[in-house]
Nanobody
Framework: QVQLVESGGGLVQPGGSLRLSCAAS????????MGWYRQAPGKQRELVAT???????NYADSVKGRFTISRDNANNTVSLQMNSLKPEDTAVYYC???????????????WGQGTQVTVSP
């Protein structure tokens, strides 16, 4: 009953910007950490940025200074502002959230379906 829906992907030129958004919907008790991962063809999925919901953020070295993750806890959303995009950023971007479906303080990882980001001249 829990869904994570990403939006905002697309085609952009190098140096351009995109903003990805992810909204959690369905029945659940709480959300702990939320973050973004990406996977390019032939490569493993890698962490891009995370936010613990307590204000602590973490970024991959490759995106530090260019990407910004933000949370809107009231609306159960997480966004990723991507600036100064490079061709190396081309990948499918996935939203992940640690969601507690019940009030027992147990959390599980939920993944969105992914959204394509293509950076090309």
């Amino acid at each position: 009953q829990v869904q994570l829906v990403e939006s905002g992907g697309g085609l952009v030129q190098p140096g351009g910007s995109l903003r990805l958004s992810c909204a959690a919907s369905g029945r659940f008790f709480s959300i702990r950490a939320m973050g973004w991962y990406r996977q390019a063809p032939g490569k493993q999925r890698e962490l891009v940025a995370t936010d613990t919901a307590g204000g602590s953020t973490n970024y991959a070295d490759s995106v530090k200074g260019r990407f910004t993750i933000s949370r809107d806890n009231a609306n159960n959303t997480v966004s990723l502002q991507m600036n100064s995009l490079k061709p190396e950023d081309t990948a499918v971007y996935y939203c992940k959230a640690e969601i507690g479906p019940l009030s027992n303080r147990l959390f599980y990882d939920f993944w969105g379906q992914g959204t394509q980001v293509t950076v090309s001249p």
